[in-house]
């Protein structure tokens, strides 16, 4: 038992300081991070000792495209080369009437519009009465025709009776030729009275009727001065018409103007006389063929645009005034660098082509083009003479490259 005692007694103090002295458990925890340092720098070590196992595949340049060989027959390749083109230009237009073939017609006395016979759309002859108007001018007007008239048949009974008298030698001769006068001027004011009615509007029947009977007309004619369509009436039964007014507009549509506006910067390059093609979307495919009669000479300030004219048979009258057109002007022909217009790919709105770069490679390329002209198209700039461009197929070849660009 004394035996026992001793390290009973001894070990009970060591068993507490291991309990309450924390330089143990300190140790265990610097043992335990240094452990954890050592196993993240083997994980860190061993993650960057391979990183060609690990890295993805290098990135394709998305403007090229490759193909397989048994895709390459789908797609045809040509060689750029010079071709002799002739530039076209397209210029908005319009239809208008002739203004040579139109004529403005009103009435040539005042008076008040008592009826009216013509309507837009009509067509009418030289002569035809458009409309009647009542005027006071035109009644005095009749009586000066009547007593010219009067005045005139007295003046030939004054000279027969002078050529009977002369007979009978009781006159001289210079009687005779006074009276011969006087009868050459009645007659002369007779004819002037006369043209003013007409130019009045009233018909020769009506001068005939009121020479005879002495007839007044209570109205007079506005009468149509060319054959064509009434494409403007200002008028209206009761108005009071003042000469000069245009109460009606003729026109011949038998020939049109088609009219549009050439950019300033585009206008030395066309001539009068130089040749268009005509669309007109009312008429659908149909194409007419006519020459340039007119170029501009000013600048709108407006648009910035000088006028061009030409001028087209309309023996149909299938082209109506105001209507759409486009102007298809063909200019000189020159020999340029051309490529055929299906080689063309739009993107980012641009035009680009495909360039063979290798067997199976392609490269999509911007370029700057010209107007078509016909099935071509002239290179400005971004490819060279001798150049390997996909001419069929460019926009199946464009869908590839989008779709491998997805992948």
């Not at 908005?92 to 759309?121: F, P």
Request: charged share 20%; with cysteine.
């Amino acid at each position: 038992m004394s035996n026992t005692t001793p390290s009973l007694k001894s070990t009970g103090p060591l068993r507490v300081a291991r309990a309450t002295d924390p330089r143990p458990a300190m140790l265990r925890l610097s043992l335990l991070c240094a452990a954890l340092g050592t196993a993240w720098l083997l994980v860190a070590c061993g993650a960057k000792s391979a990183p060609e196992a690990a890295a993805p595949a290098q990135r394709q340049d998305p403007m090229e495209v490759n193909i397989k060989a048994d895709m390459a027959k789908n797609f045809q390749v040509q060689k750029l080369a010079q071709a002799d083109l002739a530039p076209t230009q397209d210029i908005a237009g319009r239809i208008e009437a002739n203004d040579r073939l139109v004529t403005r017609i009103g009435a040539s006395v005042t008076g008040r519009v008592t009826e009216v016979l013509a309507e837009v759309g009509d067509r009418v002859k030289p002569g035809q009465a458009l409309a009647y108007v009542a005027s006071p001018e035109l009644t005095t007007a009749q009586l000066g025709y009547l007593r010219a008239n009067a005045a005139s048949q007295l003046a030939e009974r004054a000279v027969e009776r002078a050529r009977q008298l002369i007979q009978a030698d009781v006159i001289g001769s210079a009687e005779l030729q006074r009276r011969e006068s006087e009868l050459s001027i009645a007659r002369a004011e007779l004819r002037a009275a006369g043209d003013q009615l007409r130019l009045m509007g009233l018909g020769q029947a009506a001068i005939d009727k009121l020479r005879t009977d002495g007839t007044l007309a209570p109205q007079t004619a506005v009468l149509a001065t060319l054959s064509g369509v009434v494409i403007e009436r200002k008028v209206s039964s009761g108005q009071v018409a003042q000469p000069g007014d245009p109460l009606f507009t003729v026109a011949d549509l038998g020939n049109v103007w088609v009219v549009g506006g050439l950019p300033e910067q585009s206008a030395r390059s066309v001539q009068p006389g130089q040749g268009v093609e005509i669309e007109v979307p009312a008429l659908g495919t149909k194409r007419l063929q006519g020459k340039i009669v007119q170029v501009g000479d000013t600048v709108s300030p407006e648009t910035r645009t000088v006028s061009i004219r030409t001028q087209v048979d309309n023996a149909q009258r299938e082209l109506k005034p105001q209507m759409l057109a486009t102007m298809h002007i063909v200019g000189a022909t020159q020999r340029q660098l051309a490529l055929p217009s299906a080689a063309v790919v739009r993107e980012n709105d641009r035009d680009h082509v495909y360039v063979k770069t290798g067997e199976g490679q392609y490269r999509l390329t911007p370029v700057e083009l010209g107007a078509a002209s016909g099935a071509l198209r002239p290179v400005l700039k971004g490819v060279s003479e001798g150049t390997e461009v996909v001419v069929e197929g460019a926009f199946h070849l464009n869908n590839e490259r989008k779709r491998a660009e997805l992948e």
